[in-house]
């Protein structure tokens, strides 16, 4: 079955460190994005990408950084610069003028 | 800049009743609307998906209709049940078609 897999399902980081969360997608969907969703919040746009090798900032970009170097990965790396990453992290994907289809998502703590 | 409103925020019912959440958005000028559920500490599942030159979908339990002109969208479920306790979330693509996003509304079913 087609769908976007998002892995690990929970991620623990250290003060200092960087870390990478993982987007694919077997849809063959030219767009994909990347969310944030913190209690009480709506979704948030970090990166989001319209074709391979061309990529966009979002609404809270600092402290993000992506790749988007085959049509199926869109990877999320949280760097040390991110000060506050405790959050949950959706990656979604949609053909162009379609519908959009969500991962089941990432936790990330800082410890 | 495209906004989404979701009202209710929050509603809490008995197992068997008729439900409506609304949605509105400020731009018309939308390639289609999308209902979504979400889990607690889950992904958004598509519900729905209206596209701009229709009035409505319907699945199952679920209808959803799209008044283009007015700015707004509602989301029917009949014979609500407790599993349909989640947060009902609508989004209408924007600029780039990047995806806008209500906050959702949070349904509590009792039995």
């Known amino acids: 079955d087609g769908g976007i897999t998002q892995s690990p399902k929970y991620l623990f980081r250290k003060e200092g460190q960087n870390v990478t969360l993982s987007c694919e997608q077997n849809?063959?969907?030219?767009?994909m994005y990347w969310y944030r969703q913190d209690p009480g919040q709506g979704l948030r746009l970090i990166y989001y990408?319209?074709?391979?090798?061309?990529?966009q900032k979002g609404d809270i970009a600092e402290g993000y950084s992506v790749s988007r170097e085959k049509k199926e990965s869109f990877p999320l790396t949280v760097t040390s610069a991110q000060k506050n990453p405790t959050a949950f992290y959706l990656c979604?994907?949609?053909?162009?003028?379609?519908?959009?289809?969500f991962g089941s998502g990432t936790r990330l703590t800082v410890v | 800049k495209q906004e989404v409103t979701q009202i209710p925020a929050a509603l809490s019912v008995p197992e068997g009743e008729n439900l409506v959440l609304n949605c509105s958005f400020t731009?018309?000028?939308?390639?289609?609307l999308q209902w979504f559920r979400q889990d607690p500490g889950k992904g958004l599942t598509s519900l729905l998906l209206?596209?701009?030159?229709?009035r409505e979908q319907t699945s199952g339990r679920l209808n959803a209709s799209l008044d283009k002109s007015s700015g707004r969208s509602t989301l029917y479920i009949a014979a609500s049940q407790p599993g349909d306790s989640a947060t009902y979330l609508c989004?209408?693509?924007?600029?780039?078609?990047?995806?806008?996003f209500g906050r959702g509304t949070s349904l509590i079913v009792h039995p």
């Open positions: 979604a994907s949609s053909p162009q003028r379609d519908g959009y289809t």
């Open positions: 849809l063959n969907h030219d767009a």
């Open positions: 990408s319209q074709i391979v090798n061309d990529f």
């Open positions: 731009d018309s000028a939308i390639y289609n």
């Open positions: 209206i596209q701009s030159s229709q």
């Open positions: 989004a209408v693509p924007g600029g780039s078609y990047i995806p806008t």
